[in-house]
């Protein structure tokens, strides 16, 4: 069964920095690129960024400059580093997988093969 589980979500105040995790199980973490999406109240959710098997990142351009994504296969973790957070990131941030094949960059249109449960992120000016 697979299981991707979020953390390190909370509040905190504009300028300030957060890291959030996303642990893995019970699939071939190196096998899939990670992404992270996120959902403000009353909004669709929305695309923040990916990191590929091999380590490339992409990036929405709301968050360029600001989030930076990693990923430690020996952990099966991916983390988001936020950093100069605004009152507009304010969200519940989510984890996805895809398998891929390692050449392979997904995005914001790829239908993920599995999505975490969330984690709250605060931010107030």
């Known amino acids: 069964q697979v299981q991707l589980v979020e953390s390190g979500g909370g509040s905190v105040q504009a300028g300030g920095s957060l890291r959030l995790s996303c642990a893995a199980s019970?699939?071939?973490?190196?096998?899939?690129?990670m992404a992270w999406f996120r959902q403000a109240p009353g909004e669709e959710r929305e695309f923040v960024g990916v990191v590929s098997r091999g380590g490339s990142t992409r990036y929405a351009d709301a968050v360029k400059g600001r989030f930076t994504i990693s990923r430690d296969n020996d952990k099966k973790t991916v983390y988001l580093q936020m950093n100069s957070l605004r009152p507009e990131d304010t969200a519940v941030y989510y984890c996805?997988?895809?398998?891929?094949?390692?050449?392979?960059?997904?995005?914001?249109?790829?239908?993920?093969?599995?999505w975490g449960q969330g984690t709250q992120v605060t931010v107030s000016s």
């Open positions: 019970g699939l071939t973490f190196s096998r899939h690129s």
């Open positions: 996805a997988a895809k398998h891929t094949i390692l050449s392979n960059m997904p995005g914001p249109d790829t239908a993920y093969d599995y």
